[in-house]
């Protein structure tokens, strides 16, 4: 890989911003006046970058969304940026744009040192006694929300997704028993994460982001009165293990460190969850012998139907997972992932000055022909060990790579596995044989019409 750093460490906060003159040495161009290529990219995020690429090469500049970019495309740049071993990228001031007015001080918004320690503290509610207990109440959850489903009709499946999903945040994140608080917490956090990927970043009258500020004002007040209880009271969902996590020495977490990561937790994993898990079940519909084979999968594993899923047979749900995560190859819930230049460096011979915003993309390297034969298909045998063996291990990033890997990226395969074990045995899903859903690819990939299937009782 070709890296070169050529400057010393600067002061992250006072990087200048880098302007379109400083970069002119790297292909690209300007896109619109005023708004660059925003729109395009809204548009349709996967032919822009292909295109782009085609016409510029994998490291090329754009202008989008009031910025410059470098947009750094391929295995190579993903390992570059993501594994940084050289401590050249901030994250915090690539996603500070994007989420520090409702979701500030979130672990992504940390760099470095800093970064370090408040991951190690928040990773105890990771560990394996608290994903036992998740499990249990994404079980109970599950099971009873597939219950209000409806069968033989056509039914929206991402809507239903998205709010089983919220329902399960409540309970596996906050605890069973919320009380009459519940519904304003689901309203105020909705609020929050559609702001967060609000095209208009200012909190303006009307506005998303003015509601999601609103709302985060409620979670703050509503998150610090219950942490004393919390303390108390003991609790095995993710917010109590955050209300008793310590730093290095010991001493508890502060009220505002608490509110902070638990928003921050909240929203990382819901809209990621909402839009692989619409993927999965799309794809399984669109392909039956795929969905034939992991029922077939699960029935062998000689669990009762009846029973909830064991946390101890997780790893047995091989196929389960194979067929995940071809899933998010083609729509990666992240398509692309941003950070800053905190240092000069050099790559594949471009200068990228410090300041300079980068961008690498996941959508874009999951469709590569030369990694993926034909990309567009749907393939989950791509992820067996065999064909997964020699292929590039920043080939495939739905969960990025590096220090800020997914923390939750086990609660993610958790609950996909989980809801295929319920949804199967309790369902067959079709669609219609012309249909081909629209999916808007950005910010998160989600199917514009909401995903009419038709769901039969097994
Ligand atoms: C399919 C579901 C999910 C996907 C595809 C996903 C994807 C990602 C990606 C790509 C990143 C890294 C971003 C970067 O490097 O800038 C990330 C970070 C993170 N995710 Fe997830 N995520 C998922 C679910 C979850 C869940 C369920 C949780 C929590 C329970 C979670 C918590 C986090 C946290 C805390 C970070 C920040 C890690 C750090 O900065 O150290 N995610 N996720």
């Known amino acids: 890989m ?24 790297v292909p690209g161009d300007d896109g619109w006046p005023i708004v660059g290529d925003t729109f ?10 292909e295109k ?28 570059l940026v993501l594994l940084d071993h050289e401590k050249l990228f901030s994250s915090a001031l690539g996603w500070g744009f ?12 940390f760099d470095f040192d800093e970064h370090r320690l408040h991951r190690r503290a928040l990773s105890v509610a990771f560990k394996s006694g608290p994903m036992q207990s998740y499990l249990t109440q994404l079980n109970a959850g599950i099971a009873n ?8 009709r056509e039914f929206k499946f991402y809507p239903a997704i998205k709010q089983l999903t919220l329902d399960l945040a409540a309970t596996s994140f906050l605890g069973a028993e919320l009380g009459p608080e519940l519904e304003a917490v689901k309203q105020s ?19 998303q982001l003015r509601r999601g500020v609103r709302g985060r004002a409620f979670i703050v007040d509503y998150f610090n009165r219950q942490i004393a209880r919390r303390r108390e009271r003991g609790g095995e969902d993710l917010f109590s293990q955050l209300c008793r996590a310590t730093w290095d020495d010991g001493s508890l977490l502060s009220n505002a460190d608490i509110v902070d990561h638990m928003s921050f937790l909240m929203m990382a994993a819901h809209d990621t969850l909402t839009s692989s898990l619409t993927s999965f079940v799309y794809r399984l519909a669109a392909n039956p012998e795929w969905q034939r084979k992991l029922r077939d999968e699960h029935r062998g594993l000689g669990i009762p139907l009846v029973d909830p899923l064991p946390f101890n047979r997780l790893d047995e749900f091989e196929q389960t997972e194979m067929a995940f995560k071809e899933a ?14 905190v240092r000069d460096l050099v790559f594949k011979g471009f200068r990228i000055p410090a300041g300079t915003r980068v961008s690498i993309n996941p959508l874009f390297t999951h469709h590569m022909a030369n990694i993926w034969p034909e990309p567009e298909r749907y393939d989950p045998m791509r992820f067996s060990p065999d064909a997964s063996r020699d292929r590039h291990k920043f080939a495939f990033v739905p969960f990025g790579g590096g220090a800020h890997m997914c923390l939750g990226l086990n609660f993610a395969y958790m609950q996909a596995k989980c809801f295929a074990w319920h ?13 081909r859903p629209d999916w808007r690819m950005w910010p998160i990939p989600r199917p514009r019409d909401g995903l009419a299937v038709t769901l039969a009782r097994v």
């Open 2 to 25: 070709s890296v070169q750093t050529l400057g010393s460490e600067v002061n992250a906060t006072r990087l200048a911003r880098v302007s379109s003159d400083a970069l002119a040495h």
């Open 40 to 49: 395009s990219i809204l548009a349709d995020p996967k032919g822009f970058v």
């Open 52 to 79: 782009q690429a085609k016409r510029y090469g994998r490291v090329h500049r754009i202008r989008a969304f009031g910025a410059t970019y470098v947009a750094l495309l391929g295995p190579e740049a993903n390992e």
């Open 98 to 109: 994007v989420l520090d007015q409702v979701f500030p001080r979130g672990l992504m918004l």
């Open 145 to 152: 929300g597939l219950k209000q489903w409806p069968s033989d």
């Open 189 to 207: 956090f909705v609020a929050m994460v559609a702001a967060s990927i609000a095209v208009i970043r200012k909190p303006l009258p009307g506005t």
């Open 328 to 341: 998010m190859r083609l729509a990666p819930p992240v398509p692309s992932i941003p950070r800053r230049a």
């Open 423 to 435: 949804f199967l045995k309790n369902f067959q899903v079709t669609i219609a044989p012309d249909y």
